[in-house]
């Protein structure tokens, strides 16, 4: 395009007059011929192919040797000399500009319909930016398969009831809640959320101290920006949730893994790490990904660890409505009310992701710095979706809904747990059924779980190598197998595909 | 409350066992009276007045004592032992576990029902959140009064065919739409973008190059990580935009205030405060304040700056759908397709703040940093209102919407500036008036600018003091009045409040 251009006939008459050629405007683009006129003439001026001072012909003339309407060119032309390209002159026509740096003239630019590229120039970006990268995800949301994890049943959603919630919202939305608004979200939703987790986690909170934000993601960034300076120790669960990395990452710490047991996290072996760690993120009810509860007596010394420390604890209990057996244990932030805890909650599995909405709840004293960093990412959340969402949880709809999806999504982990248990007893070894969407199959195979996770792909079936969630050398290997989204048939049509994929470790 | 239970009564009998007083118990809280007790009793536990070992009265005994249901008894016990706080044995009965860890025991916690605190520990949080915490805007949001800035007409909106829209994208929206997504937001919707950015702003740009982000705040954010190491310095416009200068810090970002204009930014200003800016942010279609428009001749020569010191732009085209005299120049990232241009728009102002739908345009070799930072910051942008947008783009609804505000805003801008020419034309100088939804009134006054705003707000007309958006001190005087969301009866009765404020001046 570029040579094309350049070949461009220009007409120089004796009084420096200068046409535009026609070759260039297409009738059938979308872009009307106008701009296109407008885009000719000013990569020219900027090209130094009109110089400055030389006079364009006559709009009449352009009009003919362009078949184009007197007004077509009259609109480009208006536009160039609104915005200094080109000035009229009163009786003596319009002129290229001599207003124009020198020094940007000549210089060749790219036809306006290539795609934006920093030429000439290395894509310097910031240090985070470099490592979040790997974190893109573009093109890795194929459709939905079994067993994709951290799907909830999407056939299951009450979207007649969530319509109908989304409708009274749109009719009830005053001004005040459509304008600019407090960071911490709706008053309306922070109080739906406080009497939520008293009722449900017995975690005893008041809307002041609840932020409204998009997803547990978003929560975990906030916490992060807001309590983690440039080169502080956060400890992250080995294995731990990616998601979480990526937030502590995008606020410049250093990650410390500290491996999780039976009991959760071995707070021992993250003191010998990193004793002065800034905060630490767990998942102590079902831990992200291997599905262990963390046990009281760990909660109890992780308190006592960050109150000696001065260290935060980050408690993300992203999957807590859904516990199948034992009940569920006090979540650290309601255990000793006193204690250093930030909790994260999301409405991501009890509806779903593209919800984009989830909950903190902070110590008082840390609300102002909250909503300084909530102010400074994204000011606030948006207002429909808040107020249909309380609606939902006022009149108790919500909780109906999860505990019809406990019920369901116990039967999918036992259906799961018993085909895997039938067909694949001495290769996958499920660990984490006690709550959640998920469970691990560890693996007893000489294979990486990489590479098992690329060949069940390649057949229908989504899951997720373990050894992705380790920041230094795996110490397991398997499969995260998501349940809750599929019906019985396909759970036990993925375990079949699964059987066949790691039927040669059986024999 | 500590007080009143340190003096609770314990009933010790000669088998070790504990009884539990009634007077704590409400049967009118919302807290379901087994909570109550399971409160009680953990409390009791952990501040050691229940020794581990000690064995707890029977359920029969404790039920009859309280006068509760032998049921609440049981929940209560069940939940305890579940949490590891109370031991059952078989045939002996249930005891206090010998479990926890003894240092612990015995520190005492305060009542469930007191907010978290975290006590006996200096709140230590990140830098960046301290210096945010100023941006907190918390209890800074009361009701939408005449002439707040920022506001567009919300009695205007199109509420039937925004509700129609989102009933449709309800009906429409696909499971995988519901599901974790691509961090750029719906293809649909960016699709859409595009479309209006080369039809509307004569910017070339391709879907892939879109990210649909949370309003320009988070635009503005997002680019800030991806670009700024922290120490890094950014040119900022003086006077200039808040939010930006919030998001730049929550980065690590330096701020170097440059000054402005009748041209837009003083270029050779900044030169000389930061000749290695790696950012400039730029609002040139109507700086905020201010308003007036960056001159073609800067913009060429900040985009010959910014290639020859390897520095990034970032555009933010907030307002520039409504421009009332002249046509627009086009943007920054239209001029020169090669240039190391980031650019910012919102749906904020053409619908409604609430919405928090904006976008951004990167340079194609930035996409998967953006992605990742925006994985980081938020994971993906909300379902149900990008599908409900793109589908009033597509049906041209939006731009129908954004023609009727013009001439609306046109109207009321109109009006405000005749208001003001009639009664407080020696005291008051409108500026910026070409565009948007705001002017500033420069003020030829003695008195302080945040002063008069105070007054003013105490007779409920809502303006910002110009000095608020200066980072050193401000060079100039006036107040920011928002004309879009207000009726002209309204622009003028606000309009002779300011006169009666600013009354003694003209005497």
């Not at 001026?45 to 309407?69: F, K, N, T, W, Y």
Request: aromatic content about 6%; overall charge neutral.
């Amino acid at each position: 395009m570029q040579d094309d251009r350049s070949t461009r006939r220009q007409s120089h008459n004796g009084l420096g007059e200068v046409g535009v050629p026609a070759s260039k405007l297409d009738g059938n683009s979308p872009r009307p011929l106008y701009l296109q006129l407008y885009d000719l003439i000013r990569c020219d001026v900027l090209e130094g192919r009109l110089s400055p001072g030389s006079r364009l012909s006559s709009s009449r003339s352009l009009a003919s040797d362009l078949s184009v309407s007197r007004n077509t060119v009259l609109s480009a032309v208006e536009q160039l000399v609104a915005e200094g390209y080109l000035e009229s002159r009163l009786g003596a026509g319009t002129f290229v500009s001599t207003e124009l740096p020198e020094d940007l003239l000549g210089s060749p630019i790219e036809s306006p319909s290539v795609p934006l590229q920093a030429k000439g120039q290395s894509a310097r970006t910031s240090q985070r930016g470099q490592v979040l990268r790997a974190f893109s995800s573009i093109g890795t949301h194929p459709v939905l398969r079994p067993l994709q994890a951290g799907a909830p049943a999407y056939d299951e959603l009450p979207r007649e009831t969530w319509g109908r919630a989304v409708s009274r919202a749109l009719r009830t939305l005053v001004d005040d809640q459509l304008d600019y608004a407090d960071p911490r979200g709706s008053l309306r939703l922070r109080t739906a959320v406080a009497s939520h987790l008293r009722s449900l986690r017995g975690l005893n909170c008041s809307s002041e101290q609840i932020f409204i934000v998009g997803g547990s993601q978003q929560a975990i960034g906030l916490a992060a920006h807001a309590l983690i300076d440039p080169g502080d120790q956060v400890w992250v669960e080995e294995p731990g949730y990616i998601g979480a990395k990526a937030a502590f990452i995008g606020a410049g710490a250093r990650l410390v893994p500290v491996p999780v047991g039976d009991h959760g996290l071995e707070l021992e072996e993250g003191r010998q790490r990193a004793p002065h760690a800034r905060l630490v993120y767990v998942t102590p009810s079902h831990q992200y990904p291997l599905g262990m509860t963390m046990s009281l007596r760990r909660r109890l010394e992780l308190i006592a660890w960050a109150r000696r420390t001065g260290g935060w604890i980050l408690e993300d209990d992203y999957d807590s409505e859904f516990r199948f057996a034992g009940r569920p244990l006090a979540p650290l932030a309601a255990l000793d009310p006193g204690s250093p805890v930030i909790y994260v909650g999301t409405f991501s599995k009890v509806l779903f992701p593209g919800l984009r909405l989830g909950y903190l709840v902070v110590p008082l004293e840390l609300v102002e710095v909250f909503a300084g960093v909530r102010f400074a990412a994204d000011r606030q959340p948006p207002s429909l979706e808040q107020l249909a969402l309380a609606l939902l949880m006022e009149d108790g709809s919500l909780v109906r809904h999860i505990r019809r999806m406990r019920a369901l999504y116990h039967r999918r982990s036992t259906v799961l747990g018993q085909a895997v248990a039938e067909s694949l007893p001495d290769v996958l070894q499920l660990t984490g059924s006690a709550a959640g969407l998920h469970v691990v199959g560890l693996l007893r195979s000489s294979r990486s779980d990489t590479e098992i996770a690329a060949t069940a792909a390649e057949h229908g079936v989504s899951t997720v190598a373990l050894s992705r969630y380790f920041l230094e050398a795996p110490t397991a290997s398997g499969l995260v197998l998501g349940f809750a989204a599929f019906e019985e048939r396909a759970i036990r049509a993925a375990v079949r595909t699964l059987d066949q994929i790691l039927r040669p470790e059986k024999e």
